[in-house]
């Protein structure tokens, strides 16, 4: 159920109708667009009579909304979810594209200074690193956990680079929501429901990859899942499905893209490294993503991808994400989108 | 790495080599077989000098184990693992098939109690429902949690069934793990890591689903997340995959229950409520099941599915339970199994 | 559209009321069943008035059918199809399980009749081996072709067994259903609709294998190109889908059976030789495919796997066929069905 | 098996080397290619005896090819093939990104040359058009036939666009050589070798378009099938594969195209419309197609998709094509492509 304030609607008359739908023991959900407020109600099975709603001083009507995502979608939010990170220039979601690049794990602080270097050098704004490692086998490298943290700590100081990284459960959620800017939740955790719900609490973005056989649905019901509890600051970000064909590790399901934003205001990225799991692949498929109109790209960059403690064969090297960089900036206009190149922390910023 | 042991190898021979294995920083597990004692060297990488075990006291041999998975293979241990109820005749993976039977969800008492009053009659020895329930959407009916397995321990009391029920996170694996027979790891969460290392420190038999795309070695990695921690009854469940077909929910793939006998010594039970998520299949897949050769079944069984609170379109009538069961009855010795009736509990057992 | 007859409607009307419906340009194809009669309708896309043809003679009613398949679904034609083979007691889709057995390729007389005499003894009715071999590889052996034919036209004389044999284009077509008793189109030729009509012209029953990717709709429709032709002989196999699944050559979708026999008429076997691709897996899978309640099964079996010039890991070895044969017979009775042993030829027979 | 010639063998020396090989009871295929020539050599098992071969005049190297595929690897020929239209400027696989726009089916001359009309304003070279549909249901339209072949024989008189059309079997495919310019096999035939023979004993360039669960080496092994009949001019086309994804009728697999890039010198286009079976997602996944490097499109382009016989929901409208041509004249120079506009056809060459 959807409430839609008329556009002059008073921040009082919102408040008034978010009570009213607390006290009927569902949640209110306000959404403000740049028309108009919406609020969602989530907890009922449709029980809320609508004409009481309707009655409510500001309120311009009361939508039932069939499908089972809510918050998400597009129907209750119009305008497309931009992202801001607070004392910088740096978005997801907006005209400018975000790119987001480093290696797949921080394997010392000498490595992950030497690509956090390179690809700020090359004018990423977002610096990934895997602290915590979902690995499938319990005797590979695991992550360097907590230091890896502090490390990425020190190169958000030294670069301003904004921070992504993985948490895997409780324990690594907090820590990451502490040290990081966008906490990600990888494919094999995108139905760990519980884990979904505590990123819903913290109200730092989450970035949420799409699981290994998961349809659009159940995406977005896991996006919705961080929403229901009041964290609206969800990007998704396709990495691959997995089907029969065996020419790359998983099958990049690029055709999501425009298909989420048909039917949500989420913002959605494309990690081709994942997606294909081959070097040779990562820029094409890359540009490929950029140019299906998606808000930005995850890609794996390593100096030295030979010698990775994981992931390697899909990690391009520093002079391959150089043209990569110079590849999207020529694409980018193309779909009315921007590159922009390094990010702007003003000195008392942070 | 794996030290077999000599076949007259005495308990402190076997312990002296445990504590050479865990001085060098790496763990020790003991396997007893029928022949003789295999010790399973984990966190290792490939470094322990073979040399130097050879030479110990009461080693046959040093074997190299070139699979990803070590504890949960056939070439650690040869014979079939057995989980046994103390203090009942059930066990799971010798010479009985496991039935496991009961609702989707515990949704009140009376529904539970009717439930397992038919299934213990039918001659069901484990009874399944869930209290902490997985779901797509935030939304939907999430269990009664703790009152649901105060619900099954009674009926424990009552019936003598052995409970299976599902754990989603840390705080219900502790609950679970008190008030259940056999914990639960569902599909969605076979690659959640974190909860499988603490399914690993309780010493529970734990049910494993095989997760939608999950291929045979990831289950079994899953697995070996589990035994790595030192818990060894591990209970692989098939519970049908996602491909393109739409005339069932899943596709249940039954030939994973050669496969993994092939490879691994742990018992499978196969799923064909989940497995197919249509009433109609049910009974010819699970007939199916048992002819493969698996180690039992879980279905799904209601008093009214029409009215369930979840999966009511795949759960069986209780008259077609009984009809399964006296099929299994009949197809079991084609594979050289029996079906037991009934559970057996001494009076003063538990 | 399907016109249901008066069950005391004389043969008179019904061909009445066929003759009107040609007249109207379309085409009837009447369906006898063990009640009464039903008239298919084709050729439509819903413009027949259903008025005119209540009112003609003998008409009980008109039913508007909505799935894409008509002449293939069960509400056209209540009773299961059975296929008799006049001359002999074999039939497929009745209450004896058809077992079809024999080498993926013809190699040579002496293979192919040493095979024939294994299988005949062990009590199969049917021989299948390939003439004209579909390779995925141009320079693949190709199959003996006609030479092949003319030696299982042999083994049928000489051991009375059934021949069911594989046609991939017009001419071999032409020549198959000339020397076999069953004609084959396999899985990468089930959207080959230009050879289906041109099986459909025929009147010999076709086996058709499902394709790699077909879904069950896709699959009826298939069979429905041959029905649409007037050919209402189909008998329906599955042999496996392609999934990301890795531990068999495909993954052998069981519950389509169960699938298929709610919404079709028409018999359905299973393949477990290509279904899995793997020899281990050829006795498990084919008694789980008799305990779903199929047809019978198609299994290749081979004298020497080994030096088998195609499929050779999936064959089975003759003693392995004899157990299979008990194993299967201890099952047939579960789901009301009978293995018979050996097929009946009166002297004059053919 | 391959035999590379000296940079400076003359004519008479290929010719004997492929007499040689012919002599032996194999098919010699002389592949040109910029620095020098090398031979193919089919239809053996590894027999032919290197050594002889060696010895003969001319002759670098005979290089044992692994691979299944041969004639289709780059391995065998290093240069992308490239398709010329005689008396065109149009080609297929060279720095000129190959168009081809048109309607599902030919429905009748007036929509076609409205069609056609609209695409050659638009600067598409290539006019694609059904004239023989492989259709799932055996009642839904199946194309005009020889009726189509003669409009579009008109459309390429009259705007010069090359024609591009599907043939389904032995007779359609003769017809469609004779009007065509491309001879498309679809996906449903990419493993009907028989036609795929007979396409190879033609000389006229054969698109191939991906099954919907091949593999990138079946996808190979069937251009080898009309490669290995001598016809070299083989296009290859991605147009999406089965998953269990929902949200567009089939997942287009773009990654598909750097794969073929690395193994084989044949060009290959992407088809977003059967790819995504979605009109919202043609334009993004058409440019995404060209961001990956591929040689050009193939797309369903119809005056009133609304009215369509045939996949009207995936055909775009005419300004969508105008609008796409604009974007993918933009993404062109960033793969090192161009886009040319129209076709030059002078006045005397066909």
Redesign the interface.
């Known amino acids: 159920m959807l409430v839609v304030m008329k556009a002059l609607a008073t921040p009082e008359q919102i408040h008034a109708v978010c009570e009213y739908i607390e006290q009927l023991g569902f949640r209110a959900h306000p959404l403000p667009g740049a028309q108009r407020t919406a609020i969602g109600i989530?907890?009922?099975?449709g029980e809320v009579e609508r004409g009481n709603l309707e009655d409510l001083s500001g309120v311009a009507e009361v939508i039932r909304v069939s499908k089972?995502?809510k918050l998400a979608s597009r129907d209750v939010k119009e305008e497309d979810t931009v992202i801001h990170f607070p004392g910088t220039d740096a978005s997801i979601g907006g005209r400018d594209l975000a790119i987001v690049a480093g290696p797949c794990s921080i394997e010392n602080r000498d490595q992950a200074f030497e690509i956090a270097e390179l690809v700020a050098a090359a004018g990423a704004q977002f610096f990934r690193g895997g602290a915590y490692k979902?690995?499938?086998?319990?005797?590979a490298f695991q992550g360097l956990g907590l230091e890896a943290l502090r490390i990425m700590g020190e190169i958000r100081e030294r670069y301003g680079l904004r921070i992504v990284t993985e948490a895997?459960?409780?324990?690594s959620l907090e820590l990451v929501a502490e040290w990081a800017d966008v906490i990600q939740i990888g494919a094999?955790?995108m139905?760990?429901?519980?884990?979904l719900?505590k990123a819903g609490k913290l109200r730092k973005p989450v970035l949420l990859k799409r699981g290994?056989?998961a349809?659009?649905?159940?995406f977005l019901?896991s996006a919705?899942?961080i929403m229901?509890e009041g964290n609206y600051q969800v990007i998704l970000c396709e990495r691959g499905?997995?089907?029969?064909?065996?020419?790359?590790r998983n099958?990049?399901?690029?055709?999501?893209?425009?298909?989420v934003q048909?039917v949500s205001h989420l913002p959605i990225l494309v990690d081709p490294s994942h997606?294909?799991g081959?070097r040779?692949?990562v820029l094409?498929?890359g540009?490929?993503?950029?140019?299906?109109?998606c808000d930005g790209i995850l890609v794996e960059v390593h100096n030295h991808p030979e010698k990775a403690l994981s992931d390697g064969p899909q990690s391009i090297y520093p002079d391959q994400f150089v043209r990569m960089m110079d590849?999207l900036e020529?694409?980018a206009?193309?779909?009315a989108r921007r590159l922009p190149r390094g990010i702007h922390v003003p000195a008392a910023a942070d």
């Open positions: 989530t907890g009922n099975k089972a995502y979902p690995r499938t086998s319990p005797y895997i459960d409780n324990e094999r955790n139905q760990n429901f519980s884990l719900k290994l056989s349809t659009l649905e159940e019901m919705e899942y229901s499905v997995r089907t029969f064909a065996d020419h790359t099958t990049l399901d690029l055709s999501i893209v425009p298909a048909r997606g294909t081959k040779d692949s094409p498929m540009r490929a993503a950029v140019a299906t109109g590849e020529q694409i206009p193309v779909v």
